[in-house]
């Protein structure tokens, strides 16, 4: 009963645990290492064992371990079954082997637990491999207790059963506890370490040196142990033979080397002791291997501790070797310093750096680095950090042996005593330079304008959010005043954008050289420019900049061989007063810039709320215009034109007209603007044209067969794809119509903005037989060459001379010398804006050809203009 209660309190269930057999593989390994246990038990009983009880050395203890770790602990049967075999065989009694199968196999079931729970082994396998002396020492320890318990469970089992007796009872515990744990200290590490063979020994040279330490090591266990040439060596002492082959083993050939010299040592004092021969030849009848159990004892523990330290010792050269050569031949500049800050070392990678030798930074500071570029400030929070967390880590600036300035990202880390006291600094840093401009590039790429250097769009949001913050803060008001070009796309079409980058360049320099000290100037993109004028106590500052702005951006520019004249449009906006973020605020300046643009550029309108509701009734125009197009809201009116030399209807003027479903009749001069701003115009345009052409066809084939309509045409038809105008003559040529049924009617101001596209349109309409017509003529330039190079056909004299027209008024003179001058050039005149039947005389008299105003005809629908054609209408005058 008190054996089962002892028995309860070791870590029974440990050794209970499932140990699953899986395979026959697992039932092989298990009847192999019973069947080797019991093999090698029985030849120590037989050979070793006193009254055949127990044996002074057990070398099966060792197996059992070894086979446990490297196996794992699922091969505990084969123990089990292995002491069982091996005292069967013995002839021992049941209750004998009992005792034995429990307390050798619970001995290296319990030394694997407590492996397992100090040096944390894997789940299953709890192989280790004595490499260092920490691991070393806990398989010394958890041998001792294992083999203290296995020890203490077999001899008071045994006395309990009455097959030991208590007058020999601590002397065979003493010699049975020797004899397990020597089995254990000898061939336990010998399985351990030779389960995997030695590297090296047989290559190269070594080949020799491997051949003459096994060879003798043999021999001289032989003359030691076995009394080989006894007579030629007998009369010299050999006991110390055995600690220089320990010794040879131990250093050159390592754990494989010390394990193998004491097993075969071992194994040979063995034979010795049983034959009765050599060093330990009368040790077991006299002292019952007592001597030789404690000599090989000593020597496997001093020889394995001294092995595992020369390991461990060349492992800490071999890190050091490797740490000398990362830092020798590392990338990164590494500086060691010592407790008092003088540098005691640097690497080769801090010389390439700095320019520095070794010789001429040993001993001194790192201020020989330093550029005084930081503050003390930089410095003590540095020392600070250095002081409270023993390293920092951050962007510095220093010099170089030849002066120059690099930028580095510097670690400093603080090297402590085993005591806690500081042993120095060491500094690792990379030179970041070109990491740094690269950087620095792409951060100015992102930011700033590679033409003209002046922070971007981007930018100035930025700056602007952050302003309107402070100001918001301060309670102060912030101007941003837009900047935008006059007629810089003309400038830039005509001259090539080589002068249009070139005054951009001009423009930059010019608001610069204004806005130093003054506020922040940006570009947004195109000829539209941004300046900040913040911390303003009044706006009437505002006032003095624009105009400042406007006189230094009209002064002419001398460009090459062109001087330009330039104007620009401005838009003011005031935070917190109009907008208090920054989206809002380029909105209204935005909407005042294009109020300017409006009334005639080169002046600066101040955002008002009345521009917000202009800019929402154009954006609402502008929604419901899209819907417009697509629900037939737009309609074709036609303005007659009279032959002057028969007074009859010869043409027609086509005219747009929307009759919104909300608001009625929306007059041309209110959407035309957003359409072309939009990009409806285009739709539109081709939507005039096919109803004209329709209009046209009828009127030909029932009225008129040269009766024409004219159909005005903005710009921007002219911007799209060349195929369009292909389109509209590929329109008429399906309704039968020839080419000079419709007349292209365009502004004069369109001519001056003509580029190469608009001529070349122009060219192929006129080649199809389609007639242009110069609208508007006398408002702008009235150049003889424009009408000479697109072949222009009619000039149309604009209303505004018509109006006021009289006898002797200027007007009439100015009417007359157009006439003269388009009939010189084989052109026809046209009138315009007739409202009375004076002014159709007056017209008529200095040769006019055609004409129409309200005098003749409103604008009317088709149905009205065929119904004057139809009665074949005459238009008379008084002489």
Known sequence: MIFMLFLRKLPINFCLKKFPVNGWLNVVSILLLALIYALLAKIIIENFAANGIFSPIWPPSGLALAALLIGGHRLWPGIALGVFLANYLAGKSIESNLVFVIGNTFEPLFA???????????????????????????????????????????????????????????????????????????????????????????????????????SLTILTGQIIFLEWFYDELGFIARDYWVIVFVTWGAIPFGRHGITLVLTIAFVQAMIGAASGIGYFGRDLQEYGLINMQLAFLIVSVIGLLLTLTIYELKKSQARMKLASLAYHNSSEAMMVTDADKCIISVNPAFTEVTGYQPSEVIGKTPKILSTGLHSKEFYKAMWRSIVATGKWQGEIQNRRKNGELFTEILSINTLFNPDGSIQGWVGLFSDISEKKKKEELIWRQANYDQLTGLPNRRMVYERLNEEIKKCQLENKQLALILINLDRFGEINDTLGHQYGD????????????????????????????????????????????????????????????????????????????????????????????????????????????????????????????????????????????IDFSSGCIRKAEALVRWRHSKNGIINPDKFIPVAEE???????????????????????????????????????????????????????????????????????????????NIYNYLITLRDNGMQVALDDFGTGYSSLAYLKKFDIDYIKIDKSFVQSLSADSDDLTLCEAMTVMAHKLNLKVIAEGIETWNQFELLKNIGCDYGQGYLFSKPIPASELNQLLEKNTTFLWSS
């Not at 254990?184 to 063979?197: E, H, N, Q, S």
């Open 112 to 214: 694997i637990w407590l492996l397992k729970r100090n040096l944390r082994s894997a789940k299953h396998q709890y192989i280790i491999d004595l490499k260092n002396p920490g691991e070393y020492s806990w398989f010394a320890l958890s041998a001792i207790l294992s083999v203290t318990i296995g020890t203490m469970i077999c001899i008071i089992g045994l006395s309990l059963i009455n097959e030991l007796s208590s007058q020999v009872l601590t002397f065979s515990l003493i010699l049975w506890w020797i004899a397990n744990l020597l089995g254990i200290a000898i061939f336990t590490p010998f399985f351990l370490i030779w389960k995997k063979l030695p590297a090296g020994w047989f290559a190269g040279y070594r080949t020799i040196e491997t051949i003459a330490f096994i």
């Open 502 to 641: 070139q005054l951009l360049k001009e423009v930059s320099r010019r608001l610069t050289a204004f806005s130093q000290d003054k506020g922040i100037l940006g570009r947004l993109g195109s000829d539209e420019f941004a300046f900040i004028v913040s911390n303003l106590d009044e706006t009437s500052l505002v006032d003095h900049s624009v105009n400042s702005i406007l006189e230094q951006l009209a002064i002419p520019y001398h460009l090459e061989n062109e001087i330009i004249h330039l104007t620009a449009s401005l838009g003011i906006a005031l935070s917190p007063m109009d907008a208090q973020d920054v989206a809002t605020l380029l909105k209204c300046a935005d909407q005042a810039m294009h109020a300017a643009k409006r009334e005639g550029k080169n002046c600066f309108y101040y955002f008002t709320h009345s521009m917000q509701e202009i800019a929402n009734t154009r954006m609402r125009l502008a929604n419901d215009l899209r819907y417009a197009v697509k629900n037939e809201e737009l309609i074709v009116h036609y303005q007659p034109i």
């Open 678 to 756: 939009t990009g409806l115009i285009v739709e539109i345009g081709d939507w005039i044209l096919q109803q004209a052409a329709i209009q046209v066809q009828h009127c030909r084939a029932n009225y008129n067969s040269n009766f024409q309509i004219s159909v005005n045409k903005s710009p921007f038809q002219f911007k799209v794809d060349s195929r369009k105008c292909r389109s509209w003559l590929e329109h008429l040529e399906k309704l039968g119509l020839p080419g000079d049924s419709i007349v292209i009617e365009i502004t004069e101001n369109s001519m001056m903005e003509a580029k190469n």
